[in-house]
C-alpha cells in the first residue's frame, strides 16, 4: 500500500533553516506528481491544509504558495523515492505540521506529517 514518511521537522529560529524529506513506498513513484502541504495551528480541517510546493514527476516544473516563493525549494530522487522540502529564511508563521502527498487513482494520499515550530 502507500506510505509516506516525512522526516526533518523540529524547532528553529526564525531566518533559520530546515530541510523536511518524504519517503515514499508502495507506488510506481517516478510516475507521480508530488506536493507538500501544510496545516497550521487552528486550521483543523483537512480542506485547510495549505499547498506549499509542487514537483511533476520528471523534477521538469516545479510550482510554489506565493506564501513560500524564494524561500523554500522542492525536490525529489526518482532513484530513492524520495522528495524533499528545503526551507531556509523561515518566519513564525511557517509554524505548521508538513505533510507530504501524492495523487494517484483518484485519491490523495497523505503522510504522518512532521511538526515544524519557528520560534525564538
Known amino acids: 500500500q502507500v506510505q509516506l514518511v516525512e522526516s526533518g521537522g523540529g524547532l528553529v529560529q526564525p531566518g533559520g533553516s530546515l530541510r523536511l524529506s518524504c519517503a515514499a513506498s508502495g507506488f510506481m513513484f517516478s510516475n507521480y506528481a508530488m506536493s507538500w502541504r501544510r496545516q497550521a495551528p487552528g486550521k483543523e480541517r483537512e480542506l485547510e491544509r495549505e499547498l506549499v510546493a509542487t514537483i511533476t514527476s520528471s523534477s521538469s516544473t516545479t510550482n510554489y504558495a506565493d506564501s513560500v516563493k524564494g524561500r523554500f525549494t522542492i525536490s525529489r530522487d526518482n532513484a530513492k523515492n524520495t522528495v524533499d522540502l528545503q526551507m531556509n529564511s523561515l518566519k513564525p508563521e511557517d509554524t505548521a505540521v508538513y505533510y507530504c502527498?501524492?495523487?494517484?487513482?483518484?485519491?490523495?494520499?497523505w503522510g504522518q506529517g512532521t511538526q515544524v515550530t519557528v520560534s525564538s
Open positions: 502527498t501524492v495523487n494517484r487513482m483518484g485519491r490523495r494520499y
